[in-house]
C-alpha cells in the first residue's frame, strides 16, 4: 500500500481518531526542535503534547487540500508559544552569549559581519530579534530556522504569502539597521 | 542561501548549543498521552454534536450517492463525526447528518429494517419537502444549476418575503430552497419592496 499523505491520515482520522497517532509519529521531532530551538528544552517539554492535542481537536477543519500537515503544525505549534514569549527572549540571549563565546573575533570565516567584532554582534542581533513584533518573528524564525518556504510560512501563520514577504521585508531592513549601530558603538 | 538572514541562521540555537538532547523521554510520554486523548475523545456517534429536537430523516436506496449528492450539489455540510457504516461493500448500509445552518437531516437507506421508510423513487411520489434556509440564495441556485440539479421550480421573490426556488434530488426528495428579503437586504443587495 502506498504511504498515506498527511491530509488522507488526518480525513481518516475523522471516523478512526486513532489514525492521528500517525501525525505524532511522523511530525513530533520536527515540531519538538522547533520548540527547542524557540524557548528551551524544558518548556519544549511541556508544550509539544499540547501542539498535538490542539492538533487533534482542531482536525475537522484542516485544509485536505494541503498533503503535507506540517506547516499547519508549525502553525499550531507558533501559536502556543506566543505565550512563552519572555522564555524566547532568555533564550536567544543565551544562545547569543555562548556563540560569543565560541568564535573567536577575529575568525576569518565570519563573513557576515566583517570586520566587527563577533562579541558585539551575536548580543545584538540577539536583541533585534527579541525586540521584533510577534508577527515578524514568527515569519522570520519559521522561514530562516526552520527553513519553510514564503508558501508554507504563510500557511503555517494563516496569511497571504503577500503578507509573509512583507513581514521578512521589515525584518530584513530591522537586520540590516544593526550594522550603523554597531559600528558607532565601536 | 545567503542574505541578511545568515546571521540569524548562524544564531539557530540547536547549531550553537551542542547540549541539548536530541531524542529525549519526551516522544515516548508525549505520544502515549495523546493517544489517550484520543482514546477519550470518543464519544457514541451522536455525541459528538447535539441534534436539534426534531429533525426529518430521509430514506435513500443508495445513500452513498445521496450523501454525495446532498453535499455537492445542495452545498449541505456532512457532520462527518456522527456517521454510522455497517456490512461490507455488498451489504453496505449508512447513516449520515448533513447541516444547513442549526437544521439537520438524516439520511439513511430504503425500507431498512425496522424503520420501514421509503424513498420517493420506489414509490413514486413523495410526501414531505425540505425548507432550507440558505445564504445568498442567487448563488446557491447557479451553483446547483452547474452541478446539475434537476430544478422543479425557478428561483423567483414569493410575496410573502422571500426569494426561493425548488429542486428535486436524485431519488425524489423535494428540496426548497430559499433566502428571507431581510437578509437579501442585509448584505446590501436590493428586494423587489424597495422599488
Known amino acids: 500500500m502506498a504511504a498515506e499523505s498527511d491530509a488522507e491520515l488526518i480525513a481518516a482520522s475523522l471516523e478512526e481518531p486513532g489514525c492521528f497517532g500517525a501525525v505524532f509519529d511522523r511530525h513530533a521531532t ?3 526542535r ?3 530551538r524557540r524557548v528551551g528544552v524544558d518548556e519544549a517539554d511541556a508544550l509539544l503534547g499540547e501542539v498535538f492535542r490542539v492538533a487533534f481537536e482542531k482536525r475537522a477543519t484542516y485544509d485536505t487540500a494541503r498533503a503535507n500537515a506540517r506547516p499547519w503544525l508549525y502553525g499550531i505549534a507558533t501559536n502556543l508559544l506566543a505565550r512563552h514569549r519572555r522564555g524566547e527572549a532568555r533564550r536567544i540571549r543565551a544562545t547569543a552569549r555562548l556563540l560569543a563565546r565560541q568564535q573567536p573575533a577575529d575568525d576569518p570565516a565570519d563573513r557576515v559581519v566583517g570586520t566587527l567584532d563577533a562579541r558585539e554582534l551575536w548580543p545584538h542581533v540577539a536583541e533585534a530579534v527579541a525586540a521584533l513584533p510577534e508577527e515578524e518573528r514568527d515569519a522570520l524564525l519559521l522561514y530562516a530556522w526552520e527553513e519553510l ?24 531592513v530591522r537586520l540590516r539597521e544593526l550594522r550603523p549601530t554597531i559600528g558607532r558603538e565601536q | 542561501m545567503s542574505d541578511e538572514f545568515d546571521s540569524l541562521r548562524r544564531l539557530r540555537p540547536d547549531r550553537v548549543h551542542p547540549d541539548d538532547p536530541a531524542e529525549p523521554p519526551v516522544f515516548e510520554r508525549e ?19 447535539r441534534m436539534p429536537d426534531i429533525y426529518p430523516r430521509l430514506a435513500y436506496e443508495d445513500e452513498r450517492a445521496a450523501l454525495d449528492y446532498l453535499v455537492r450539489v445542495f452545498q449541505l455540510d456532512e457532520i462527518r463525526e456522527a456517521r454510522i457504516e455497517h456490512g461490507e ?18 439520511i439513511g437507506h430504503a425500507n431498512a429494517e ?3 421508510i421509503h424513498s420517493p423513487k420506489t414509490i413514486g411520489n413523495t ?28 428561483i423567483e421573490d414569493a410575496f410573502y418575503g422571500e426569494r426561493r426556488y425548488e429542486a428535486t434530488d436524485l431519488e425524489g426528495h423535494r428540496w426548497h430552497f430559499a433566502e428571507r428579503f431581510e437578509d437579501i437586504k442585509a448584505r446590501g443587495r436590493t428586494v423587489p419592496d424597495d422599488a
Do not use: C
Not at chain 1, 514564503?150 to 521578512?168: C, F, I, W
Not at chain 2, 461493500?89 to 438524516?106: K, Q
Open chain 1, 149 to 172: 518556504s514564503y508558501e508554507e510560512v504563510a500557511d503555517a501563520l494563516g496569511v497571504p504569502v503577500g503578507t509573509v514577504r512583507s513581514r521578512l521585508n521589515r525584518a530584513r
Open chain 2, 31 to 49: 505520544k502515549e498521552r495523546l493517544m489517550s486523548t484520543i482514546d477519550a475523545s470518543l464519544p457514541g456517534p451522536l455525541g459528538v454534536m
Open chain 2, 127 to 154: 410526501t414531505v419537502q425540505m425548507m432550507v434556509y440558505v445564504h445568498d440564495v442567487d448563488a446557491h441556485y447557479a451553483h446547483a444549476v452547474a452541478a446539475g440539479a434537476d430544478i422543479t421550480m425557478e
Open chain 1, 30 to 32: 520536527v515540531v519538538f
Open chain 2, 114 to 116: 425496522v424503520h420501514r
Open chain 1, 34 to 36: 522547533y520548540l527547542v
Open chain 2, 89 to 106: 461493500e455488498w451489504d453496505y448500509t449508512m447513516l449520515a447528518w448533513v447541516r444547513a445552518g442549526e437544521g439537520v437531516v438524516m
